[in-house]
């Protein structure tokens, strides 16, 4: 379990955060940066300048900031990710409010998967937010639901120079399919379990994926039906807002 810690430094986490955010949705206006971060312009302004003179971010013409070199060569998603993120947004907070565990939204990047958004819960020993963080697909309960959606075909090509055991993601992906969901049990971090549901655009493919995070501690393999069920509903949600546009 990683939350943040009580000895955090607020200046260093708003600049990654940032530097996230430039990763992940592209170029931003300072203001747009202000917003997300919940600072003033001044504060984002000499965020932004930081990120500029280490290479995390460049400023175009139209004096939008972008990704700098340091972070294009990661994977880049194909997903509405802001769209995404404001849809989303409500049907988090009501899954939060069922389950009382923290709610995440995340997308696929090649064969990684970036957090969108985390809602997170009130109880003191809980999920903390991952916004803006990489795992690896096939280690994430949303990851393996979002591969599960898509053809065997383009699992395989996404992983055709994997050093990993790919039949055995095969097997896992295919009993995702079935279930219609996916576990994660410990997989990324020691003590946290998470149930995840794959988002599907109009066509059937996967955009995004919804996942229900909790303390191992307090997973109940009794309470899983109810736990998909909440995951299903608010995916479901998020993919009727998406066809409605």
Do not use: W
């Not at 460049?58 to 849809?87: I, N």
């Not at 009501?94 to 970036?114: F, K, Y």
């Not at 795992?135 to 050093?163: F, I, N, W």
């Not at 399919?177 to 049990?185: L, Q």
């Amino acid at each position: 379990m990683r939350n943040k810690p009580p000895y955090s430094i607020t200046s260093v986490d708003h600049a990654l955060r940032l530097a996230a955010l430039l990763q992940q949705e592209g170029p931003l206006r300072v203001t747009d940066a202000a917003e997300r971060l919940g600072v003033s312009a001044s504060t984002a302004h000499r965020l932004l300048s930081m990120l500029v003179y280490r290479d995390f971010a460049e400023q175009g013409s139209d004096r939008r900031y972008g990704p700098g070199k340091v972070l294009r060569p990661a994977e880049t998603s194909a997903a509405p990710v802001p769209l995404l993120r404001r849809l989303a947004a409500p049907h988090l907070r009501r899954l939060v409010d069922v389950t009382r565990e923290s709610a995440n939204l995340m997308v696929l990047a090649g064969t990684e998967v970036r957090f969108v958004t985390t809602v997170e819960c009130d109880q003191i020993l809980r999920v903390g937010d991952r916004a803006g963080r990489s795992l690896p697909a096939h280690l994430v309960s949303g990851g393996k639901a979002m591969l599960a959606a898509l053809t065997p075909a383009a699992v395989d090509a996404l992983y055709e120079d994997a050093d990993f055991d790919l039949a055995r993601l095969r097997r896992e992906l295919r009993l995702v399919r079935k279930r219609g969901f996916a576990i994660n049990d410990q997989l990324t971090e020691t003590g946290l379990t998470a149930v995840g549901v794959a988002v599907r655009d109009a066509a059937g493919a996967p955009v995004a994926a919804v996942t229900s995070a909790m303390p191992t501690a307090r997973f109940d393999r009794d309470a899983l039906p109810g736990i998909v069920s909440a995951i299903s509903d608010a995916a479901g949600e998020i993919e009727n807002a998406l066809a409605a546009g």
